[in-house]
């Protein structure tokens, strides 16, 4: 993981987060009131997504867990089918399944589709963190890191370098690496660990020099 030569490296204790990943799909609506979204990744069954769309300069959200997933080859891909149910009924569900049940119906529209995957530090740079997940992440994946340290909130880009599944557990251990989308700023890891590393005492032990 990049960091390791170049910046130091500090273990991390209680810092428990979320990594949001977000990804562009197709969906539509099914004769049984389910959605039918496309995506290049399959879905886990009952794990917990939010899905928003865009319609007529509204957004509209919603939280949906996965029923099914199924392999699809879409011009010669392998793509997933992946069915959701809507987890709350609500003014927000109604404006969605309006845009889907008028006489478009079945039509595929572009939303997003977001994962919510619980994750902790286990060490950080100014470059990058090393990550405990709870789900497998491919390489390049893009999301933005969420986590509480020191009792301060901190919100990163970050960017998938390695997964590995760590044996005999559920858990994934992930290499990632900051991506400068904005300059660093107070409230980002990026900065902290640049410029305030003293703001985390007792959350950080001695740097790593491995």
């Known amino acids: ?125 100014a470059e990058g963190c090393l990550l405990e997940a709870t789900a497998s992440l491919l390489l390049g994946t893009v999301g933005t890191l969420h986590v509480s340290l020191g009792g301060n909130q901190f919100d990163d880009q970050i960017q998938v370098v390695r997964c590995e599944h760590m044996k005999g557990t559920e858990c994934y251990h992930v290499g990632t690496r900051f991506l400068s989308a904005t300059p660093p700023y107070a409230g980002t890891l990026r900065y902290s660990m640049r410029c305030d590393v003293g703001g985390l005492v007792g959350r950080l032990d001695t740097p790593r020099e491995d």
């Not at 990943?21 to 009952?46: K, M, T």
């Not at 569900?93 to 286990?122: C, K, S, W, Y």
């Open 1 to 125: 993981m990049r960091g390791r030569r170049g910046h130091p490296r500090f273990s991390v204790t209680k810092s428990d987060g979320v990594l949001n990943v977000l990804r562009e799909v197709s969906v539509r609506h099914a004769s049984n009131g389910e959605l039918v979204v496309i995506d290049r990744e399959p879905r886990n069954a009952n794990e917990i997504l939010t899905l928003e769309t865009i319609a007529d300069g509204t957004s509209i959200t919603t939280r949906v867990r996965v029923v099914a997933n199924t392999p699809v080859i879409r011009d010669g891909q392998v793509l997933h089918e992946v069915r959701l149910t809507r987890l709350i009924e609500g003014e927000a569900i109604g404006e969605l399944m309006i845009r889907f049940e008028d006489p478009r119906q079945g039509q595929e529209m572009l939303a997003t589709l977001t994962r919510h995957i619980r994750v902790r530090i286990l060490n950080c740079s």
